[in-house]
């Protein structure tokens, strides 16, 4: 992408931070709390006192769940406004134990500034496929971590949650009623352009999701010299419903998030 493309992107974030903050709240949405931190908190697996690196922390949501686990976090999102909102949070809660920064994800110069070897773990929230290369961060963070140290990221199923996969619903009879089933329909998945969506409806500016197939995610972080030893593919149950017909929640079968734990080979 040109520097032009790169600050759309980053003025669209700046735009949607404050609303996307006051929208999910402190503690994050249902898609936070019951598939997207419980599977992080697992594949972590954090030990007291650790020191861990937040990727793109948004309002912080996350590196205070880890820090109210022991751990020691430096946080950094690009969007200076979700930066105040995330101390603000963590000052009305009375959480110590993490520093926030601004910085960007894409930038390597940045990125090294933030430490030499210092992390046992990083951690990338659900922002991977907002993020216009991640060839910098990933090339980085090896030198970021401790030999061994841990890199876990969620992002949207690029198999079945992407802008080329759409939710369907249809009626169908079954024991003498009317009854409605959901379901994903894939159109297309290795090539799906990067383009501007709807993270949640209502933002008050779109912004561009940059669609990796599977193999080219994960292609990236082999070529960067990780190793992978942990996924999860989290699920609404069955008993969760959705306000929306055509919700996630909806849906028990199909994996909207996929979260993946690699470590520096």
């Excluded at 990727?55 to 751990?71: K, P, S, T, Y």
């Excluded at 430096?74 to 969007?79: E, T």
Aim: proline share 5%.
């Amino acid at each position: 992408m040109s520097k032009d493309d790169i600050e759309k992107v980053h003025d669209a974030w700046e735009k949607n931070a404050a609303w996307w903050d006051d929208h999910v709240g402190a503690e994050g949405n249902t898609f936070h709390r019951e598939l997207i931190a419980p599977a992080q908190l697992r594949l972590l697996d954090l030990g007291s006192g650790e020191r861990v690196l937040d990727i793109a922390c948004g309002n912080g949501q996350f590196a205070r769940e880890m820090a109210r686990n022991g751990a020691s976090v430096i946080a950094f999102d690009f969007s200076a406004t979700f930066i105040e909102r995330a101390q603000q949070h963590s000052e009305t809660e009375g959480i110590t134990g993490i520093d926030y920064r601004v910085a960007d994800a894409t930038e390597e110069q940045q990125l090294r500034s933030l430490g030499d070897r210092d992390f046992d773990a990083a951690v990338c929230t659900m922002a991977l496929m907002d993020i216009s290369t991640i060839e910098p961060l990933l090339a980085t963070l090896p030198l970021l971590l401790k030999p061994g140290g841990r890199f876990v990221f969620s992002v949207m199923h690029p198999c079945f949650n992407s802008m080329g996969a759409p939710l369907l619903a249809e009626e169908d009879a079954r024991d003498g009623k009317l009854v409605t089933k959901y379901a994903v329909k894939v159109v297309s998945y290795l090539d799906v352009p990067a383009q501007r969506g709807v993270g949640i409806v209502g933002q008050p500016e779109p912004h561009i999701y940059f669609h990796r197939p599977l193999h080219e995610l994960l292609g990236a972080c082999f070529q960067a010299g990780f190793v992978m030893d942990g996924i999860e593919e989290p699920a609404f149950s069955p008993e969760s419903k959705s306000d929306r017909s055509l919700g996630w929640q909806n849906i028990s079968q199909v994996p909207p998030v996929l979260v993946v734990r690699l470590r520096v080979g």
